[in-house]
């Protein structure tokens, strides 16, 4: 894995999570703003970066970040963003409760179980665009369940895809993301956790759900009209200044 830090080093430490296939690069030019509040620690996990080995798994990737922040930061952080796949990284930080994350924030986080079959698929289609440049026509289905299309998707999906990804990794990453389970372990951490997400995101109100069974401390913000990513992508500014406001 490989750790970024932008910022002040006096400024209060946060942590912030790409999301699946998404180059880190991208993460912090739409972050970049928060740079002025706080330090920034962005990973890039790995098989996402130039140079590094082929994706490993959701705990060995969090295992990595356990130890950075207890090497750097005496195991404690301010607060931590993760957007997509990076809100289900938080989810397993969570689980493991090995570090003091501060205030965690979700933004349209999957963690609803959604199988091997789709893992597949979807590991396809991203290979075939990977490799090609060209989506198949079944991402528009995909695309809906997310609550928007690739057109309004465009520019901010492909522009900011990891796209020297190996084929393995794309498998093995998507295996991971689509068959995650959330563990009643998560109930023992009390850290206080914010959870976001468009009304256009089916699986991610789901996800919602099956968390909110297992944390002791939550605030859920669905926002309507909004689609997975939408806020993030289009809405940059308004959503730095939400994440600085609930950090604090």
């Not at 796949?85 to 965690?104: A, I, S």
């Not at 199988?115 to 665009?129: D, E, N, P, Q, R």
């Not at 900011?160 to 998507?174: I, K, L, Q």
Request: net charge negative.
């Amino acid at each position: 894995m490989l750790f970024n830090e932008f910022g002040n080093k006096n400024n209060p430490p946060v942590l912030l999570l790409h999301g699946m296939m998404q180059d880190w690069h991208s993460e912090y030019e739409m972050l970049k703003p928060l740079e002025e509040y706080y330090r920034l620690i962005i990973p890039a996990q790995d098989g996402f970066y130039d140079g590094s080995g082929d994706f490993t798994s959701f705990a060995d990737q969090a295992r990595q970040i356990e130890e950075y922040i207890r090497q750097h930061y005496d195991g404690k952080i301010h607060g931590a963003y993760g957007a997509s796949q990076g809100g289900l990284m938080l989810t397993e930080l969570l689980t493991r409760n090995k570090v003091d994350l501060g205030t965690v924030i979700m933004d349209g986080c999957y963690v609803a179980h959604q199988g091997k079959l789709s893992a597949k698929v979807t590991a396809w289609m991203f290979k075939k665009y990977k490799n090609t440049g060209k989506f198949p026509a079944f991402i528009h289905i995909m695309m809906t369940l997310m609550g928007t299309s690739l057109e309004e998707m465009a520019d901010g999906l492909t522009a900011g895809m990891y796209m020297n990804a190996s084929d393995e990794t794309v498998d093995r990453n998507f295996l991971e993301n689509y068959t995650y389970r959330t563990r009643p372990e998560i109930a023992h951490n009390q850290t206080m956790v914010h959870m976001w997400c468009g009304s256009k995101e089916p699986y991610a109100i789901k996800s919602h759900n099956i968390l909110k069974k297992y944390l002791p401390n939550f605030d859920e913000e669905i926002m309507e009209g909004f689609g997975h990513g939408e806020f993030l992508m289009k809405h940059t500014a308004d959503c730095c200044e939400k994440i600085h406001s609930t950090f604090g």
